[in-house]
């Protein structure tokens, strides 16, 4: 079992497949792209795979899936086929645009992988296409109801950005009147690779309840995990629910149990840290399970207390796109 020096569990990893993307939503990275990553960079789905194994060995029960945009990955259901026969390993799921899900959805859910979540910042076509900068709404949306007709446990994430796309957010909501849905309204987060200006958030997640709460005041709060990242309701007589995630205010640290790797191999012991290690290398050497669990031990043994005190130990952050760390 992996134990921090705060002495929290660890066990879940979020791993990034890629840090590569179709979509350009201004939020995380600017128009062009990113200087994403030589192919070489990358892990190849046997190392994501034998790192998945070695990391679950030592107590990670969770892992999801996310980039980049990992259905960009053309080999990912390889890895997921993997994932899905992996002992140890309880939960799988996914965070994607939705854009390239289409054709794997039934094999996704013969493989049980059926926690998935989807960014979705608009239910207006102009506000969409005007965040991602690219015509996808329809396959998007297309693909987001055959999901949850399907039965797949959907989550929505929406980034309540200001100026953008805040006139969304009641609309949003409306589908959890109907289907059986989860939104959850985030924070957004200083990390866009430079696309725009980030000096403080708008939005924070009290301005999102007290705005929702206008619109329907007797919303019920709803019992969550103690590592749950977000705080979520329900509106009586609708089917879904609705939640928010501090993720700039920071209010959940104190239950964090996760940990991050990016495509690139490197370890991330909090979202606001710089990365503490690469691991690619170790992975690829002789001898490497001893070592990189030697390497694991040690990152989850140095991790900061909270995001605000890592922030302050690294003041680069605001270059760093989330593409690149994995959200
Ligand atoms: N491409 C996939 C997607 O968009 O779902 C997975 C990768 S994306 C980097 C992971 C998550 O990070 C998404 O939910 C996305 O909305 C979120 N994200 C990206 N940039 C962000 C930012 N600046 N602030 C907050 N969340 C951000
Ligand atoms: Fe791509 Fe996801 Fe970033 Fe949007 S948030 S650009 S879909 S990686």
């Given at each position: 079992?992996?134990?921090?020096?705060?002495?929290r569990?660890?066990?879940?990893?979020?791993?990034?497949?890629?840090?590569?993307?179709n979509?350009?939503?201004?939020?995380?990275?600017?128009?062009?792209?990113?200087?994403?990553?030589q192919?070489?960079?990358l892990?190849?789905?046997?190392?994501?795979?034998?790192?998945?194994?070695?990391?679950?060995?030592?107590g990670?029960?969770?892992?999801?899936?996310t980039g980049?945009?990992?259905?960009?990955?053309?080999?990912?259901?390889?890895?997921?086929?993997?994932?899905?026969?992996?002992?140890?390993?309880?939960?799988?799921?996914?965070?994607?645009?939705?854009t390239?899900?289409?054709?794997?959805?039934d094999?996704?859910?013969?493989?049980?992988?059926?926690?998935?979540?989807?960014?979705?910042?608009?239910?207006?076509?102009?506000?969409?296409?005007?965040?991602?900068?690219?015509?996808?709404?329809?396959?998007?949306?297309?693909?987001i109801?055959?999901?949850?007709?399907?039965?797949?446990?959907?989550?929505?994430?929406?980034?309540?950005?200001?100026?953008?796309?805040?006139?969304?957010?009641?609309?949003?909501?409306?589908l959890t009147?109907h289907?059986?849905?989860?939104?959850?309204?985030?924070?957004?987060?200083?990390?866009?690779?430079g696309?725009?200006?980030?000096?403080?958030?708008?939005?924070?997640y009290?301005?999102?309840?007290?705005?929702?709460?206008?619109?329907?005041?007797?919303?019920?709060?709803?019992?969550?995990?103690?590592?749950?990242?977000?705080?979520?309701?329900?509106?009586?007589?609708?089917?879904?629910?609705f939640?928010?995630?501090?993720?700039?205010?920071?209010?959940?640290?104190?239950?964090c149990?996760?940990?991050?790797?990016?495509?690139?191999?490197?370890?991330?012991?909090?979202?606001?840290?710089?990365?503490?290690?690469n691991?690619?290398?170790?992975?690829?050497?002789?001898?490497?399970?001893?070592?990189?669990?030697?390497?694991?031990?040690?990152?989850?043994?140095?991790?900061s207390?909270?995001?605000?005190?890592?922030?302050?130990?690294?003041?680069?952050?605001?270059?760093?796109?989330?593409?690149?760390i994995?959200?």
């Amino acid at each position: 079992m992996l134990i921090d020096n705060h002495n929290r569990k660890i066990n879940y990893l979020r791993l990034a497949v890629t840090d590569r993307c179709n979509l350009r939503c201004n939020y995380c990275m600017p128009s062009e792209g990113i200087d994403f990553s030589q192919n070489e960079k990358l892990f190849t789905i046997g190392e994501l795979s034998k790192l998945s194994e070695i990391i679950v060995s030592q107590g990670i029960d969770k892992i999801r899936i996310t980039g980049g945009e990992p259905f960009f990955r053309k080999d990912l259901m390889v890895l997921l086929r993997k994932l899905s026969k992996m002992e140890g390993l309880e939960e799988i799921s996914v965070t994607t645009n939705a854009t390239l899900i289409g054709p794997h959805i039934d094999e996704l859910k013969a493989l049980g992988i059926t926690n998935i979540n989807v960014s979705l910042d608009a239910i207006n076509r102009d506000t969409f296409e005007k965040i991602t900068r690219q015509d996808q709404y329809d396959t998007v949306h297309n693909n987001i109801l055959r999901l949850i007709t399907e039965g797949f446990k959907v989550r929505i994430n929406f980034i309540a950005l200001d100026g953008q796309n805040t006139e969304d957010i009641l609309p949003m909501l409306n589908l959890t009147k109907h289907y059986d849905v989860s939104v959850r309204y985030l924070e957004e987060m200083p990390f866009n690779g430079g696309s725009r200006k980030f000096e403080s958030i708008a939005w924070d997640y009290k301005r999102i309840l007290a705005y929702i709460k206008e619109a329907y005041p007797n919303y019920e709060k709803l019992p969550s995990e103690e590592t749950s990242t977000s705080i979520n309701y329900k509106i009586p007589g609708f089917k879904g629910t609705f939640g928010v995630i501090p993720s700039f205010s920071r209010t959940f640290c104190g239950s964090c149990n996760r940990l991050r790797i990016t495509a690139t191999g490197d370890v991330i012991t909090c979202l606001y840290a710089q990365p503490c290690m690469n691991i690619r290398d170790i992975l690829r050497s002789d001898n490497s399970e001893e070592e990189v669990k030697k390497q694991i031990l040690k990152a989850v043994g140095n991790r900061s207390k909270t995001g605000f005190e890592a922030q302050q130990e690294y003041k680069g952050i605001f270059a760093k796109s989330m593409t690149s760390i994995g959200g």
